[in-house]
């Protein structure tokens, strides 16, 4: 398969630029691999599609301020912007300045005396350590929102909480799961009340997940690694969902990447590290067998997941149907149901 195949044409005009006014505001498509057909509804309407029986699994990251700005001791300016943590202390970074920084190399937070030091390169990104008390406690005083690089306009007030979900818990990831974006409390207490079991499972989303493929031949692409976490608890009541023939829900792209990850020897087992799956048209699913989601980016491993999950063809002419009928694309963009 070719990265070619998964490109579209998008108008700019239909990239959000803002979330809703209210995160219940988004429209949703719904699209039923059975029937193969596409459904035009508000997401309000995603309670009706919901049975006592599902298991609803949500991603409990919570997005850190992990764009920094900076100098060097040369007096050169510099942005951090952070790819993933790796420790308390740790993480790698794309690092944009005049002239990249050499293994070693102080860079000294705006506006503080807060020091990062270079301790080396990894690939296209650099590996960077934080003094005590470590990159969270910094980041919450000193970091700004690392809004996607399609949203043209600088971080406000309400992005502190909107690129965010309601339920984030786990800090560490660096973008949002924003799949979980369009759920308010009331949602959350609607769903509770027509008996529907929620889990949790933790993924810390990097900045790596706006990288397009690189090359042609998707075969050859090489996938970034993510850390995630699935409990004793989720595992258990995901392998009796799976046992019982019933349905498996996934709240996002990144809950979908943690639940296969967890896989062992056909059972969902407990398990925390590092992920680097790649699921593509072909892919046979073991957990999830249905997905709430947003439109991604052409030409993205987000978009072939989704493909793998609704078939190729099913999702092109669903993302045909959204640029005619001018939804709102991307992170704070309008959201998609596949059954």
């Known amino acids: 398969m ?30 039923d691999r059975v029937a193969q057909t596409i459904e035009h509804k508000v997401f309000s309407d995603f309670l009706t599609y919901l049975s006592p029986s599902d298991l609803l699994v949500f991603n409990n990251t919570k997005v850190i301020p992990a764009r920094f700005f900076g100098q060097k001791a040369s007096g050169g300016q510099v942005e951090i912007l952070l790819e993933r943590m790796t420790s308390e202390v740790t993480a790698l970074a794309q690092i944009r300045a005049s002239k990249a920084p050499k ?24 590996t960077l350590e934080f003094p005590v008390p470590g990159i969270s406690a910094i980041a919450a005083t000193q970091g700004q929102i690392p809004l996607p690089p399609y949203i043209k306009r600088a971080p406000e007030g309400l992005d502190a909480s909107r690129y965010q979900t309601v339920f984030a818990k786990s800090e560490g990831a660096v973008a949002a799961p924003t799949a979980g974006l369009h759920f308010d409390e009331p949602m959350l207490a609607a769903i509770d009340e027509l008996g529907v079991d929620r889990a949790m499972l933790t993924l810390h989303v990097g900045a790596g997940t706006f990288q397009p493929v690189q090359v042609d031949d998707i075969l050859q692409h090489k996938m970034h690694q993510e850390w995630f976490s699935v409990s004793a608890d989720t595992a258990s009541r995901v392998h009796a969902q799976i046992t019982n023939r019933r349905r498996v829900l996934a709240i996002g792209t990144t809950s979908v990447r943690a639940l296969e990850s967890a896989v062992v020897e056909g059972v969902v087992q407990p398990i925390q590290g590092e992920t680097q799956i790649f699921i593509y048209p072909g892919y046979e699913f073991q957990v999830v067998n249905a997905l709430l989601t947003n439109f991604h980016l052409p030409g993205s491993t987000l978009l072939m997941l989704v493909s793998a999950l609704a078939g190729k063809d099913l999702i092109q002419r669903a993302y045909q149907a959204a640029i005619d009928e001018e939804y709102r694309f991307f992170s704070y963009g309008d959201a998609m149901l596949i059954l």
């Open 103 to 126: 293994t070693g190399a102080i860079i000294t937070l705006a506006n503080s005396d807060t020091q990062v030091r270079v301790l080396g390169r990894a690939g296209r990104f650099f």
């Open 2 to 31: 070719k990265k070619s195949d998964f490109e579209y044409e998008l108008p700019e005009r239909l990239i959000a630029q803002s979330p809703p006014q209210h995160r219940q505001g988004a429209r949703l498509m719904v699209v």
